[in-house]
C-alpha cells in the first residue's frame, strides 16, 4: 500500500517512544525496513561504532518517487493504515516513526527505487530537513546512508560506550535478524573489515556456522512443531553444547526477535534435569503465529510482545524443544545423522493439529522414548565406570550416576500412581532432629508419607521412622532422611518438592562408585538403563556416559584425517 500519514486515532494508539538510542538501533530499524521491503540482499556497513557512518544497501522493492519525502513524515508508513490494522501486524515495522526519527538526529542520504519508476531518487536531509533532491539512475532497491550520528546531541554521544562496544551491539543485532531470516544474504562490514557473511540459502544451521562455529552448527537439534495455528522452529543445543549464561537464548515471534522470559522459561523447562546448575542451552526459535494472536505494540523498540494465549504458548514451547531433545540419538560428531530428522519429522506428524489458545497442554501424544543402542558390556574400570561396547563406538558409564537415574525414574512413576512400595521398620529408628528439621519434616509430613515415610515424634526432638520406601532400607536410614530434610528445606532450587525427594532417595540408594559389581549386575544395570527417558543425564544433569564414538577412534589413532 503507499505511504500515508497514519490518522490521528491511529497514532494514539501507537506504543510511542525513542527509538533511535544508539546506533545499533539505527542498524534495528533500516535492516527491518530492507526485511519488510522483501530483500533477498542486504549490505549494513558501519564505521566508528556507527556514529561516523552507517549505511544499509538492500534489493527490496524500493519507494516511488512520489513517497520518498513522505517516508520521512512522522507516522508516515506503508504497513498500516487504521485501527484493524493494529491488530494484525505482520510487518516488522508498522508506526511510521524510523526513518524520521534517524533523520533528527543525524544527517542521512537515500537513495531509491521501485520497479513502478524509471529512475531513482536520492535525497539529503540534514536534522529532518530536505537539503537536496534530485532523479537518478539505478537498479531497483534503497540505500540509506547515515552520517554524524548524534552529532548534535552531546548527552546522547556521552551516553554511548566505545566504538568497539558499539561496533558489537550492531554485529549482535545484524546476526539476529540473520538467524531470523536464513533465506536472507547479509553481509556485515564493520570499519571495512567483513564481520559476517550469510548464505541467503534458507539454511539455519549455515548461518549458525558463520556466527557460531561449525560445532554448534552441525550438533544442534532440529525443533520442528506444527499445530493448527501455530508452527515453531529452529534448533536446540544437546545438553552436551550448553553454555554458562543466557545469551545464546534467541527467540523469535514471527522472526521478530523479541525479549520475552517467557519464553526464555519454556525453553529452559525442556532441559530440566539435562544441564548442570548455571547451565543454559543454546537455542534459536521461532514461533508463527497468526498476528492476532499476539500484540507487539507494546514496547517502543518492539522487542517485547505480549500473548494472548500465555500458557499455551509456554506449553507449546516447552513441548516442542523437548520434542527435539528426546528425539535425539547419540549423533556422531561430525555428521548430522539421517534419523535425527526422520525421527523429529515423525514426531511432528503426530503433533499435527495440536491447537495453540486451548487452556490445556498443546501436546497430548506421548514423546517418543528414545532408548538407548544396545550396549554390550565389556568390563568394569576403576570398580567406578562400566565399560560398554554399542554401533557407536565405546561407552564409559559412571554406575553411581547409571543407577541414579533408574531409580529415580522409578521413584516418580511409583509415586505418580500412588504405588510407592514400603517397608515397614521391625526395628522403628530413632533419629533426633534440629527445631529447622522438625519444621521442615512437620510441613512435608504428607509428601513423605505418599513416598512411604512414617515419622513419628517420640519426645523431645526424637523422632521414630517406622516405614521407608522400599529403595532406602539397604541405605543409611538416618542419613538418607537427614540429607531429605536439608533437600527439601533448600529454598533457592525451583526444584518441585516429589523431584527433590526422588533425587534425594535415588541418590541415597544408588550403588556407590568403588563398588565391584558382577558382569551379570552390569548387564542388568544397562538394561535398566536402556529403558529410561533420559538415559544420558543424571536426575541433577550430570552426564551418566561418556561416549567415544568409532568416528573419534578413528581420529585418535589417525585412521581418518
Ligand atoms: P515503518 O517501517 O514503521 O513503516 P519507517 O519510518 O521505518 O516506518 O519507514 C517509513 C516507510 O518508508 C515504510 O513504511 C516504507 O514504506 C518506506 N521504507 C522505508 N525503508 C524502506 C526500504 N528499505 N525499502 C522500501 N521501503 C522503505
Ligand atoms: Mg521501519
Known amino acids: 500500500m503507499p505511504i500515508k500519514v497514519l490518522a490521528p486515532e491511529v497514532i494514539s494508539k501507537i506504543a510511542a517512544g525513542e527509538v533511535i538510542e544508539r546506533p545499533a538501533s539505527v542498524v534495528k530499524e533500516l535492516v527491518e525496513n530492507s526485511l519488510d521491503a522483501g530483500a533477498s540482499q542486504i549490505s549494513v556497513e558501519a564505521q566508528g561504532g556507527g556514529i561516523d557512518l552507517i549505511k544499509v544497501i538492500d534489493n527490496g522493492a524500493g519507494i516511488p518517487a512520489s513517497e520518498v519525502e513522505l517516508a520521512f513524515h512522522r507516522y508516515a508508513t506503508s504497513k498500516v493504515s487504521n485501527l484493524d490494522d ?14 524520521p526519527s534517524i533523520a533528527a538526529v543525524a544527517e542521512v542520504e537515500i537513495s531509491t527505487k521501485a520497479s513502478s519508476d524509471a529512475v531513482g531518487s536520492y535525497m539529503y536531509l540534514r536534522k529532518g530537513d530536505i537539503v537536496r533532491r534530485e532523479s537518478h539512475a539505478r537498479p531497483q532497491g534503497t540505500t540509506i546512508t547515515v552520517h554524524r550520528l548524534f552529532r548534535y546531541f552531546p548527552a546522547r554521544l556521552k551516553f554511548l560506550k566505545s566504538a568497539n562496544a ?3 551491539h550492531i554485529a549482535h543485532i545484524v546476526s539476529h535478524l540473520a538467524l531470523a531470516f536464513p533465506e536472507v544474504r547479509f553481509s556485515l562490514l564493520l570499519d ?9 540459502n534458507g539454511n539455519l544451521r549455515d548461518v549458525v556456522n558463520q556466527i557460531y562455529g561449525l560445532k554448534l552448527a552441525q550438533g544442534m537439534l ?4 506444527r499445530g493448527t495455528l501455530s508452527e515453531i ?22 522472526r521478530r526477535w523479541v525479549y520475552s522470559s517467557l519464553l526464555i522459561r519454556a525453553t529452559e523447562k525442556a532441559y530440566h534435569g539435562l544441564l548442570m546448575d548455571g547451565k543454559h542451552p543454546v537455542a534459536i526459535i521461532n514461533i508463527s503465529l497468526p498476528p492476532e494472536e499476539i500484540d507487539v505494540n507494546v514496547h517502543p523498540t518492539k522487542a517485547q510482545i505480549k500473548f494472548h494465549h500465555e500458557q499455551a504458548v509456554f506449553a507449546t514451547v516447552e513441548e516442542a524443544a523437548k520434542g527435539a531433545l528426546t528425539a535425539a540419538p547419540i549423533a556422531k560428531p561430525g555428521a548430522i545423522s539421517p534419523s535425527t530428522t526422520s525421527r523429529q519429522e515423525l514426531a511432528s506428524l503426530r503433533w499435527q493439529g495440536q491447537m495453540v489458545g486451548e487452556k490445556e497442554p498443546a501436546f497430548t501424544a506421548p514423546l517418543p522414548t528414545p532408548g538407548l543402542p544396545v550396549l554390550r558390556v565389556m568390563g568394569q574400570l576403576a570398580n567406578t565406570y562400566i565399560i560398554a561396547e554399542g554401533p557407536e563406538g565405546l561407552y564409559l558409564i559412571d554406575q553411581h550416576a547409571a543407577h541414579e537415574r533408574i531409580l529415580y525414574d522409578r521413584i516418580l512413576a511409583q509415586w505418580s500412581q500412588a504405588e510407592v512400595e514400603v517397608q515397614g521398620l521391625l526395628q522403628p529408628i530413632t533419629i533426633e532432629l534440629t527445631p529447622g528439621e522438625e519444621q521442615t519434616l512437620e510441613a512435608n509430613k504428607e ?9 513419628e515424634p517420640f519426645g523431645d526432638r526424637s523422632h521414630l521412622i517406622r516405614a521407608v520406601p522400599v529403595m532406602i532400607t539397604k541405605a543409611n536410614v538416618i542419613e538418607a532422611v537427614s540429607i531429605l530434610l536439608d533437600n527439601l528445606a533448600s529454598k533457592d532450587s525451583p526444584t518441585p518438592w516429589e523431584e527433590k525427594i ?3 532417595l535415588a541418590c541415597h540408594s544408588a550403588i556407590r562408585g568403588g563398588q565391584q559389581l558382577s558382569n551379570e549386575e552390569m548387564r542388568e544395570l544397562i538394561k535398566q538403563l536402556e529403558q529410561t527417558k533420559q538415559p544420558r543425564t543424571c536426575p541433577h544433569g550430570r552426564p551418566t556416559m561418556i561416549q567415544l564414538s568409532s568416528y573419534q577412534l578413528e581420529k585418535e589413532f589417525g585412521r581418518v584425517s
Open 192 to 200: 571495512k573489515h567483513l564481520s559476517l557473511q550469510t548464505a541467503g
Open 502 to 504: 526422588a533425587q534425594s
Open 233 to 254: 522452529s529452529g534448533l536446540v543445543s544437546p545438553p552436551s553444547l550448553s553454555r554458562s549464561n543466557r545469551s545464546y537464548l534467541s527467540l523469535f515471534v514471527n
Open 166 to 168: 558499539e561496533n558489537s
Open 222 to 225: 532440529k525443533v520442528k512443531w
Open 86 to 99: 493494529l491488530g494484525n501486524i505482520s510487518s516488522l515495522g508498522f508506526r511510521g516513526e524510523a526513518l
Open 447 to 455: 509428601t513423605l508419607a505418599q513416598f512411604g515415610f512414617t515419622i
